[in-house]
């Protein structure tokens, strides 16, 4: 009987139905054969081809996939997951493009929008035809969106009137760290109104919108990230989201992007230890391979037990949303532990690798750099904490 996969002790990839292990292969060799022989380049050159990306990644059903209906693939929560898990394992920008355009852009508009609204950009976003951003942090404001300064105001007395020429709103503000930003044909913006947050699709080109990239990243360089600024942006009534008000909104969708970061970073965690094993077993020092030292044995095996442990979690938290039942407090545990397994991973798998782990030849450490914002986006590890904190002792104490 053959010994256990050394990369999955535990056979958690086992607990996948046969469908869903098909679909992470198929991500997996995308990622193999797309993404890994230029990753390395493009982190080092600070460039993400977003758009010759999305079209290939629309094909394979990856835009929106866990969304039904308008050419969205419809798929499980776990088989979204992991498809999260194989493209993070190839880099967290790629699995970010992925999220914010289906769990946060497309999944807005498909819960909120109407149904004009879904039709004109739902089946072009999961084919990759189009690219969706999502507004909602604020220079200012990152873990209290309540406070955000953007704003968006009826033109005309009353809150009813059309002047000519103009629109039914005039959106003002900025927004910071916006995955997407200047390649979007479409953002969903958050901005308050005087009957709460609402949100707005703001198309690429319209007048007074405009987006800068952030630069000088060392984290997440193989990604796109912008600053928006709205001026006085005339907008028709139409552009509303109609379904919701308030920051259940928005807060909804970052649960579902808070969803794919926690198979995530699974992803990065396996990489990083496999290419930790794979290099202490061919790293010869003191006449043997460093892999035959007790030291470095015990490196592998914390990596290898938190690795698995991270994966159970994700799973749970897979078929708990599938069957209805998951809540804030369970994906947020998924987040906080699997962000900080998959970091002290990555920092663990780079000293086996010594000097080499930090260049782009091994990913451990681009990887390492990457984890650095997903710690923070999404819900700040403090945030998740006092989620945590509040399911447990039924306390509040965010503020």
């Known amino acids: 009987m053959p010994g256990p996969d050394p990369i999955d002790l535990l056979a958690v990839g086992e607990l996948l139905t046969e469908e ?148 039914d709103w005039v959106l003002s503000g900025s927004k910071m760290w916006i995955t997407n930003g200047s390649v979007s044909d479409v953002a969903v913006v958050w901005a308050q109104t005087e009957q709460g947050v609402r949100g707005f699709l703001v198309p690429r080109g319209t007048k007074g919108f405009t987006a800068t990239d952030v630069h000088g990243k060392l984290s997440l360089r193989a990604s796109v990230t912008s600053e928006l600024h709205f001026d006085e942006v005339q907008l028709p009534g139409d552009a509303v989201l109609p379904g919701v008000s308030g920051l259940r909104g928005p807060l909804s969708c970052l649960n579902e992007a808070r969803y794919g970061i926690l198979w995530g970073t699974v992803g990065a965690a396996r990489d990083c230890y496999q290419a930790a094993l794979e290099y202490a077993k061919s790293r010869v020092q003191f006449g043997r391979p460093i892999a035959g030292f007790q030291l470095t044995q015990e490196k592998l095996v914390e990596m290898a037990l938190e690795l698995e442990k991270a ?89």
């Open 20 to 167: 869903e292990r098909l679909i992470q292969a198929t991500v997996r060799r995308f990622a193999d054969d797309r993404i890994r022989p230029h990753i390395a380049d493009w982190f080092e050159q600070g460039v993400f081809p977003a758009r010759e990306l999305a079209p290939e990644l629309g094909r394979l059903g990856l835009l929106g996939m866990h969304l039904e209906g308008y050419g969205c693939a419809g798929a499980g929560a776990v088989a979204y997951g992991a498809a999260c898990l194989e493209l993070e394992a190839a880099d967290s920008g790629l699995r970010s493009f992925v999220s914010v355009q289906g769990s946060l852009a497309m999944r807005a508009i498909h819960a909120f929008g109407s149904e004009e609204q879904k039709l004109r950009w739902l089946p072009e976003m999961a084919a990759g035809r189009a690219i969706g951003c999502f507004g909602l942090t604020e220079p200012d404001f990152g873990s209290d969106p309540a406070g955000m300064r953007t704003t968006a105001r009826r033109k005309g007395r009353g809150g009813t009137s059309r002047p000519e020429g103009g629109g």
């Open 311 to 399: 994966h159970l979690v994700a799973w749970r938290v897979g078929r708990l949303k599938e069957a209805g039942q998951s809540r804030a407090a369970h994906i947020s545990f998924g987040k906080l532990n699997n962000v900080r397994t998959a970091l002290e991973i990555a920092r663990s798998a780079r000293t086996v690798l010594g000097a080499n782990g930090i260049t782009t030849a091994y990913p451990v450490l681009r990887h390492a750099n990457n984890l650095e914002s997903v710690l923070t986006y999404e819900g700040t590890s403090e945030i998740h904490t006092l989620v945590l904190g509040e399911a447990i002792t039924g306390t509040a104490a965010y503020r």
